[in-house]
């Protein structure tokens, strides 16, 4: 499936990994700017993509900056040893990307509409974060050596607030001035197969397109004046390239029988996203697909997250700690 496919169905690839995939295509050659690193945990596969130059970034529609993604199939299983584990390896890669003193202030933000369970995996995040600021406010007593502060917040979205939620995070991060942001949002994928599975984290925070809204507005270094880590999980996948995968497999299948391939081959080769495209067209080519069990998904996800941000926020406190004070 080429680029020109995602570009007529306006369809915005999240992951900067299927991102690299798409404009490799078949060649397998590395786009010159990108270099990728990769390494194998009992329980995960990491691959690390940095996009070191500007004719990259545009090639790739991913600003400079590096996207690690966290690729592990057990994060939708019932495992909490392994969840664990992921956590851990979550906590580590996020030390990468940020060097905070001590004292530094976070604040985390979910992204997303809690009243859609796909979109609600950064508000989630959120319940679930261990959050400290007010203690060093009003009970420094209860604090624990190399505890930073962190405050968090879900600020939903336009259609709930009617205010843009740039807009409330820009005004959160002026007033508490904070020395990061980690913004948490819902991603769309390419690869059903990604669903629930991957965790991507980026420097480079949230950019325009990105997410399952479509609406993002920029939250990053320019627009914030502090960095911003970005973290996503893929729910959903379009419905145009379920069907496009589908068409493609099943082209594929028919070499089998050269008569009948011979003959469908001769179609135009645009048949199928025309043929697609109608039948998305009273969605506008934007039916968005999750599955059934996308609740556990979240939930599970979620957890990992938010333990993995508080591991890499307060590496000093000890896990059986973290439910005293989420208390």
């Known amino acids: 499936m080429n680029l020109d496919f995602f570009q007529s169905f306006n369809i915005n690839v999240d992951l900067a990994l299927e991102a ?27 691959t690390i993509v940095n996009v070191e130059e500007k004719s990259a970034e545009s090639v790739m529609g991913k600003p400079v900056g590096t996207y690690i993604t966290i690729e592990s199939p057990v994060i939708k299983d019932n495992d909490p040893e392994a969840h664990h584990q992921i956590g851990e390896i979550l906590a580590a890669q996020l030390m990468k990307l940020f060097n905070l003193p001590e004292g530094a202030s976070i604040l985390v933000v ?8 796909p979109d609600a995996l950064g508000p989630k995040v959120v319940s679930m974060t261990m959050v400290t600021r007010h203690i060093f406010n009003y009970a420094p007593k209860e604090l624990r050596p190399g505890m930073r502060k962190v405050s ?32 948490i949002d819902s991603l769309g994928a390419r690869n059903v197969s990604r669903i629930g599975t991957t965790i991507q984290i980026a420097n480079t925070g949230v950019n325009p397109g990105s997410g399952v809204g479509n609406q993002r507005k920029a939250l990053n270094m320019e627009t914030l004046g502090v960095p911003v880590v970005a973290i996503g999980v893929p729910t959903v996948v379009n419905a145009a390239v379920i069907a496009k995968d589908t068409v493609d497999l099943f082209m594929e299948q028919l070499r089998n029988n050269q008569t009948v391939y011979n003959v469908v081959s001769t179609l135009n ?13 009273p969605f506008g080519g934007q039916l968005m697909v999750t ?15 938010a333990g993995g941000i508080t591991k890499a926020l307060h590496p000093n406190l000890h896990p059986d700690e973290y439910e005293y004070y989420l208390h």
């Open 20 to 46: 690299r995939e798409i404009i490799q295509g078949k060649s397998g050659q590395e786009i010159p700017g990108v270099r990728v690193d990769r390494e194998k945990y009992d329980f995960a596969t990491v």
């Open 110 to 117: 979910g992204l997303g509409n809690w009243n859609a369970t």
């Open 291 to 305: 599955p059934k069990e996308i609740d556990d998904l979240i939930q599970r996800a979620s957890k990992i997250i």
């Open 152 to 183: 968090a917040l879900a600020p939903g979205v336009l259609g709930l607030t009617g205010i843009e939620t740039a807009e409330v995070i820009r005004g959160v991060v002026e007033k508490t001035g904070p020395n990061l942001v980690i913004a």
């Open 269 to 281: 080769p645009n048949v199928s996203s025309q043929v697609i495209e109608k039948i998305l067209e």
